[in-house]
Structures are given as structure tokens and as C-alpha cells.
């Protein structure tokens, strides 16, 4: 049904049409963009990708049209009927673990399966032992147990050490006593706890004999499997609305000592001894974290498309939105393209390139952690567990991130997704804000499609480390790898190499700093990875001799951990962004005028930060002042003249489709005043529109008339 008269339908917009102006800006650009949609992703992912979305598209469960219209409990109502359905449909078409999660993507929504399918199920695979899976591990699968984290509690988030819940062995009954002993041990904002799950994985305090040793993972039922009522002893419910990712029903949970088996102690790296009542401690702590690792890893590698989805839309409306004549330009001349004003530039293009760099480390990410489990598990004895005495193994190669075998994995690991993920979370947040805002008024709009992905991308900043918290994580971990370089240790990984090369040229005993390297950061792509190294190296140092030298207090030093751990985590971002254009160079998989665009974009990213972290680059001698004016004056304008002609191609290159952005702003055909339009008026889905109220202030009728026409609740 639709309330505009014909009239109003048959209004164009004012030329240039935007599908005009969107083919002439593809025609400036020779850049291939399908070939370098198939360089980001590969042609499996993107053949998936379209099977899954043609599979989506086509079922009315996933119809999107009233998205931005929904109230909270409506738009729950939705998610689980698409939640249910997405695995109705993994099931019909043998969906792997991939194609689920590119179906979850195209939805562009959290579901209340979002947490069983991630957390849940990753953490039963990685520490369970064999017998816990088939008790566990098969039904969760099967989507029999349908299962939350339960980590994180109302008094603590971040400090995981510090959290309140218990759980008690009790050595005569061969069980544990879940137990919440106050108010703030209550778990808070435990995704599809709310209403959904009806088990949990449960971190807890672990007591044997009134000892504490540590939080710890238990299976725990939360719910009856038939009448889904809380079973006896929990008290659980959804914590209510939120800034965003109202589609979620983030939950709470307080136990009365509710007794759970033996068994339910997940036992692969960490278990209670049956028979002695003994606690068996795992090899490394590092081991009973890697859900956490493995969520920091994906949120790196997402943190570039969340970028890539921000900027494809503002890039797509800035070149088609026209705005007042250029103030040179000659008299009558017309309205110039938002995308041609360099300050929209300056914004935009440095958050497209921090996409194509967070994408690249995203992927380095994430192969190290795949890494860490294949070894994990090829170094595990008979029953499963790993050899202590092999964490730190020659026996295995280098990790992405190291020189040479032997370096301790998890260390490296723990410490580089906390610094990658506190960095990328930060960047891809503030960069969609910074989308929203170059799209001028209609960016505020919901039709945008930025805003409601803004506000349900905002927790990442927080959840799995608060993001400027685990950068302490970072500092501990390179405050390590300094003593050991101190002590005279041969460098063993990517850190300790750095921090070597800078103390060979440093008087430790006076504390002078070695001579400037001189590196050639604006003609020598291999020194400006460099310049980022020494800068990482000569704060790493710094804060040693701060801490172990001058004494000073932790707590005095969190802020400049921060900015050491952001430097480091800038110089491995940078690394890996110019290992993958040495790569692609060498392999020939793309034509060289999509290297040279990459290569552009890398130099914008490394440029901009020098701009912007000029101080740091400048007190460590990284770069001279010359050179950081180079980077404001020179580096980062010229990178951004030679980006323009490719801006709208980049964006196409990402391979969104329409029904994924769900947005007027960012149509691929450019038809962005029409759909903006249809939405509002022409459609018939805006519920307003169909009331017709009575505004008198002495009128006790609020709505005269409601036309508002009878809406199918979601269903399969």
C-alpha cells in the first residue's frame, strides 16, 4: 500500500541523475574492481557469497524492508525467526562453519545464535576432552543445546581474574557448587543468555579446599530442554534495551548454589582430579584464553570490512551529493561533487586505507591463530593435553610474526590480538562515525544504513578488553621481550628483532639514544616500515627504563603503555600491509595499476599516521621534522589526488551487495534521492504515516485515525 499520489511518484531528481554521475566516475578509473574483489577474497568465498545471499534473498523470512522501522521486542521477534531459519537452511544445503558466517554477514544484524555459533561452540571444540564432546560438543552442534558465554558479570568485565562467581568442588559428592555469592557477581551482558540459550559456558572461580585457583570454564544447564523455564537455582532474564544491538537479548544470570557433575569442568587443559581431589593446572595459562583469542582475531579481520561497508557508502553518496560551486571556479559554474573537497577526502580516503590495512593483518591474524591450534594440537600427548615442554619448541616454524622458531606462540599470540584488536576496534568505530558524518544530514537518517551498524559495532570497542585497558596486555608482553634483549638473549621473534636493532646503537649504561637511523621514509617503502619499527622499539625501551630503571608506578604508566602498545600494533599493521604488496608484486596477481593504487593507499595509511603521531615519530628519531612536514604538506595530499579517480571503483571492489548495505546512501546504481524517497513515502512500510493524530493541546485524543495496516508476525 502506498499513501503518495501518482504525481508525486512520477518526480525525478534534479540533474545529473546519480546512476550518471556513479558510471562516469567508474569510467575515470581503469582499476579492475571484480579482480580486486577476487584478490581480497578469493573466488570460492566470493562464489559462496553469492550462492548464500541468492538463497537469503529469496526467502521472506530475510526480507528487510522493515529493518529500520522495527521496535526492540518486534525486532527480536525477527532475528530469532532468521536465526531459526539460517540453520533450517545450513541443514537443507550442508552450510560449513563459512557459509554460515556469510550468511550472518549478509543479514548484517546480530541473531540470538550469534554467541552459539561463535563463542559457544568454539569453546567446547577447544577445551573439551574427547568425552566432553560427545556429551557437550554433538548436541551444541545439532542445535539441541543452544549455548551463551557466560563470562563477563555486573561488578567485573575486562578483569577476568576479578570475577565473583564460584564454583566449589565438593570432594565427597565428586561435583562443583555454582554459586553467586553477591549482587555484582550476577553475569551481565551475556549474548543470547536472555531469553534464548539454554546452556551456558560459565567462567568461575574455581575453590577446592577454600583455596581459589582462578577462573575456570564449566558446562552449566540454564533452562529445561522442553518448557524452556529456568531450571531451579538460576535466575536469569534479558538486562533490557541498549545503545544498539537491540536484536540480541544480552542476559543476566545469578546461581543458588546450583550442584553440577564432574564431568562439566571443561577438563582439556585444566581439570579437578577425580580420585585425589587434586587441581591439575594447565601448561599455560595462555591455553584456557583462547576463545578470547580467537573472537580478538576475527574482530581485526572484520574491522576492515566494517570500514570497507562505511566507506562504500559515503563514497558512493559523496560522489553523487553536489554542494556549493568550488570558490575558484568560474561564475555559474555548478555545484562541485561533495567527493571533490579535500577535506571530505582527507576523512574518507584515510579510513578506505586503514580498511585495506586492517584487512591485510585481519588475515595475518587469523592464520596465526589457525596456526596456534594446528600446533597445539600436533604438540598434544595421548589424552589430548599439550606438551608443556614443547610450548616454546624449536621443533615448529617461525609465526607470522616472528624470525625464527622457538619463540613462545601464545605469548605472541595474546599479545598481538590484544594490541591488533584494541587498535582496529578503535579504528573502525570512529571511522563509521566519521562515514555518518561525511554524509552530511542524510547520514543521520536510518535509511543511511550507517547508523544502526554504527551503534551495533560499537561494543566491540569494549567486549573481549575494554580496548584501551588490554593494551596493557601489549606492554607487559614487550616490557618482557626488552629484558630479555637486556639480558643478551638472541632475538627470537618480530618484537625482540626491533627492540635488538634499536639497543645496538643505545648506551644502556647512560641511557643515550642511539644516533638517528636516517631511514628514507618518503622514496623507500621498506624504510618507512622500518621508521614504524624504531618508533615501536625506542617506546618499548623507554617504558623499560621507566619501569625497571626509574621504579615509576604501573598505574602511572597506563598511558604510556597505550601509546606504546598502539605504536606497535601501527608498525605490525604497516608490516603486514607491505609484506602483502610485496607479495602481490611478486606472484602478479593483479595488474599494475591495482598495485599502485594499493601502494597509494598503503603510503596513505603509513603517512597519515605519521601526520597524526608526528610527535612519537619525531622524539624517537623515527623520522626528521622534514620528513613529518613531508607527510602534511606532500605525502598525504598527493596520495589522495592519485586515490580520487579510483575512490567509487575501491569501494565497488569490496563487493557489497545493495540487499547487504540495506542503504539509499549506498546504492550501487547511485539512485540515492529515489530510494531515500520510496522509503520514507512512496513504500507504505513507515508506520507514521498511517496515523492521523489530533495535535490540540486541550485534545485528550492522541490518534484520530490509525490506517495502520495488519502486520504477519515473523514466522517460518
Keep these: 500500500m502506498s499513501l503518495a499520489p501518482d504525481w508525486v511518484k512520477q518526480l525525478k531528481p534534479a540533474e545529473p541523475q546519480g546512476s550518471d554521475i556513479l558510471a562516469l566516475e567508474r569510467g575515470?578509473?581503469?582499476?579492475?574492481?571484480?579482480?580486486?574483489?577476487?584478490?581480497?577474497?578469493?573466488?570460492?568465498?566470493?562464489?559462496?557469497?553469492?550462492?548464500?545471499?541468492?538463497?537469503?534473498?529469496?526467502?521472506?523470512?530475510?526480507?528487510?524492508?522493515?529493518?529500520?522501522?522495527?521496535?526492540?521486542?518486534?525486532?527480536?521477534?525477527?532475528?530469532?525467526?532468521?536465526?531459526?531459519?539460517?540453520?533450517?537452511?545450513?541443514?537443507?544445503?550442508?552450510?560449513?562453519?563459512?557459509?554460515?558466517?556469510?550468511?550472518?554477514?549478509?543479514?548484517?544484524?546480530?541473531?540470538?545464535?550469534?554467541?552459539?555459533?561463535?563463542?559457544?561452540?568454539?569453546?567446547?571444540?577447544?577445551?573439551?576432552?574427547?568425552?566432553?564432546?560427545?556429551?557437550?560438543?554433538?548436541?551444541?552442534?545439532?542445535?539441541?543445546?543452544?549455548?551463551?558465554?557466560?563470562?563477563?558479570?555486573?561488578?567485573?568485565?575486562?578483569?577476568?581474574?576479578?570475577?565473583?562467581?564460584?564454583?566449589?568442588?565438593?570432594?565427597?559428592?565428586?561435583?562443583?557448587?555454582?554459586?553467586?555469592?553477591?549482587?555484582?557477581?550476577?553475569?551481565?551482558?551475556?549474548?543470547?543468555?536472555?531469553?534464548?540459550?539454554?546452556?551456558?559456558?560459565?567462567?568461575?572461580?574455581?575453590?577446592?579446599?577454600?583455596?581459589?585457583?582462578?577462573?575456570?570454564?564449566?558446562?552449566?544447564?540454564?533452562?529445561?530442554?522442553?518448557?524452556?523455564?529456568?531450571?531451579?537455582?538460576?535466575?536469569?532474564?534479558?538486562?533490557?534495551?541498549?545503545?544498539?544491538?537491540?536484536?540480541?537479548?544480552?542476559?543476566?544470570?545469578?546461581?543458588?548454589?546450583?550442584?553440577?557433575?564432574?564431568?562439566?569442568?571443561?577438563?582439556?587443559?585444566?581439570?579437578?582430579?577425580?580420585?585425589?581431589?587434586?587441581?591439575?593446572?594447565?601448561?599455560?595459562?595462555?591455553?584456557?584464553?583462547?576463545?578470547?583469542?580467537?573472537?580478538?582475531?576475527?574482530?581485526?579481520?572484520?574491522?576492515?570490512?566494517?570500514?570497507?561497508?562505511?566507506?562504500?557508502?559515503?563514497?558512493?553518496?559523496?560522489?553523487?551529493?553536489?554542494?556549493?560551486?568550488?570558490?575558484?571556479?568560474?561564475?555559474?559554474?555548478?555545484?562541485?561533487?561533495?567527493?571533490?573537497?579535500?577535506?571530505?577526502?582527507?576523512?574518507?580516503?584515510?579510513?578506505?586505507?586503514s580498511a585495506f590495512a586492517m584487512h591485510f593483518s585481519g588475515q595475518a591474524m587469523m592464520s596465526l591463530y589457525a596456526q596456534k591450534q594446528e600446533w597445539v594440537n600436533k604438540n598434544s600427548n595421548i589424552k589430548g593435553k599439550p606438551d608443556v615442554g614443547k610450548l616454546s619448541s624449536t621443533e615448529r616454524g617461525p609465526a607470522p610474526e616472528e624470525v625464527n622458531a622457538g619463540a613462545d606462540i601464545l605469548a605472541d599470540l595474546h599479545a598481538t590480538s590484544c594490541g591488533l584488536k584494541a587498535l582496529a576496534s578503535i579504528t573502525a568505530g570512529e571511522g563509521l562515525e566519521v562515514c555518518r558524518r561525511a554524509c552530511g544530514g542524510h547520514g543521520y537518517s536510518s535509511f543511511s544504513g550507517l547508523g544502526t551498524y554504527y551503534a551495533d559495532y560499537l561494543p566491540t570497542l569494549t567486549w573481549e578488553g575494554d580496548s584501551y585497558m588490554i593494551t596493557q596486555q601489549v606492554a607487559r608482553y614487550l616490557l618482557k621481550m626488552v629484558r630479555q634483549v637486556v639480558k643478551g638473549e638472541k632475538p627470537n621473534n618480530d618484537a625482540t628483532e626491533i627492540i635488538a636493532a634499536y639497543l645496538a646503537k643505545a648506551d644502556l649504561k647512560t641511557g643515550k639514544a642511539p644516533p638517528p637511523p636516517d631511514f628514507d621514509i618518503i622514496g623507500n617503502d621498506a624504510d618507512l616500515v622500518k621508521a614504524y619499527g624504531w618508533r615501536a622499539a625506542q617506546m618499548a625501551v623507554e617504558a623499560w627504563r621507566r619501569r625497571d630503571v626509574e621504579h615509576v608506578a604501573w598505574n602511572a604508566l597506563l598511558i604510556d603503555f597505550w601509546r606504546l602498545s598502539t605504536a606497535f600494533s601501527q608498525y605490525i599493521v604497516v608490516k603486514n600491509y607491505h609484506e602483502a604488496l610485496q607479495s602481490t608484486a611478486q606472484d602478479r596477481k593483479l595488474d599494475s595499476t591495482s598495485i599502485e593504487v594499493l601502494r597509494d593507499l598503503f603510503r596513505l595509511y603509513a603517512f597519515y599516521n605519521i601526520e597524526n603521531f608526528g610527535l612519537e615519530f619525531l622524539a624517537s628519531s623515527a623520522a626528521t621534522p622534514k620528513q613529518v612536514s613531508y607527510t602534511r604538506r606532500k605525502g598525504v595530499p598527493e596520495a589522495m589526488a592519485r586515490i580520487r579517480p579510483h575512490a567509487v571503483k575501491l569501494a565497488d571492489s569490496w563487493a557489497f551487495s545493495d540487499w547487504q548495505l540495506d542503504s539509499s546512501l549506498g546504492r550501487a546504481d547511485g539512485n540515492v534521492y529515489e530510494d531515500m524517497f520510496y522509503r520514507a513515502s512512496t513504500s507504505g512500510n513507515n508506520p507514521l504515516n498511517y496515523l492521523t493524530l489530533d495535535p490540540r493541546a486541550d485534545s485528550k485524543v492522541l490518534v484520530k485515525v490509525d490506517r495502520t495496516p495488519k502486520r504477519a508476525q515473523a514466522k517460518l
Excluded at 563463542?119 to 577447544?126: A, E, G, Q, S, Y
Aim: net charge positive.
Design 28 to 353: 575515470r578509473s581503469s582499476l579492475q574492481a571484480d579482480k580486486m574483489a577476487l584478490y581480497l577474497f578469493g573466488e570460492e568465498k566470493l562464489r559462496r557469497r553469492r550462492d548464500v545471499e541468492n538463497i537469503l534473498k529469496n526467502d521472506p523470512v530475510f526480507d528487510k524492508k522493515n529493518n529500520y522501522f522495527d521496535g526492540r521486542v518486534d525486532k527480536f521477534k525477527t532475528a530469532l525467526a532468521r536465526a531459526k531459519r539460517m540453520r533450517q537452511l545450513a541443514v537443507k544445503y550442508n552450510w560449513d562453519d563459512m557459509d554460515v558466517e556469510i550468511a550472518r554477514k549478509l543479514i548484517s544484524e546480530p541473531d540470538p545464535y550469534g554467541l552459539h555459533s561463535s563463542m559457544f561452540l568454539i569453546t567446547l571444540r577447544d577445551q573439551t576432552t574427547e568425552e566432553q564432546k560427545r556429551l557437550f560438543l554433538d548436541k551444541a552442534e545439532a542445535y539441541i543445546y543452544i549455548g551463551a558465554y557466560a563470562q563477563t558479570e555486573l561488578g567485573h568485565g575486562s578483569n577476568v581474574r576479578g570475577l565473583e562467581t564460584r564454583a566449589t568442588w565438593n570432594p565427597d559428592r565428586k561435583t562443583f557448587t555454582m554459586h553467586s555469592p553477591t549482587l555484582t557477581a550476577s553475569k551481565w551482558w551475556i549474548g543470547s543468555l536472555g531469553r534464548t540459550a539454554n546452556h551456558a559456558v560459565v567462567m568461575a572461580q574455581l575453590y577446592i579446599g577454600g583455596k581459589n585457583y582462578g577462573p575456570h570454564a564449566f558446562m552449566v544447564q540454564i533452562r529445561d530442554l522442553e518448557t524452556h523455564e529456568p531450571l531451579p537455582g538460576r535466575h536469569v532474564g534479558d538486562i533490557g534495551p541498549k545503545f544498539g544491538y537491540n536484536n540480541m537479548d544480552n542476559g543476566f544470570l545469578l546461581f543458588d548454589n546450583v550442584e553440577i557433575p564432574h564431568v562439566n569442568m571443561l577438563a582439556r587443559f585444566a581439570r579437578v582430579d577425580k580420585e585425589t581431589n587434586q587441581y591439575v593446572k594447565p601448561p599455560s595459562s595462555a591455553l584456557t584464553y583462547g576463545t578470547m583469542t580467537w573472537v580478538r582475531a576475527n574482530i581485526v579481520l572484520d574491522a576492515g570490512a566494517t570500514l570497507a561497508r562505511g566507506t562504500t557508502i559515503s563514497l558512493r553518496y559523496c560522489a553523487v551529493r553536489r554542494q556549493f560551486q568550488d570558490k575558484d571556479a568560474k561564475e555559474g559554474a555548478d555545484e562541485s561533487p561533495v567527493l571533490d573537497y579535500t577535506m571530505v577526502q582527507y576523512r574518507l580516503f584515510s579510513c578506505l586505507a
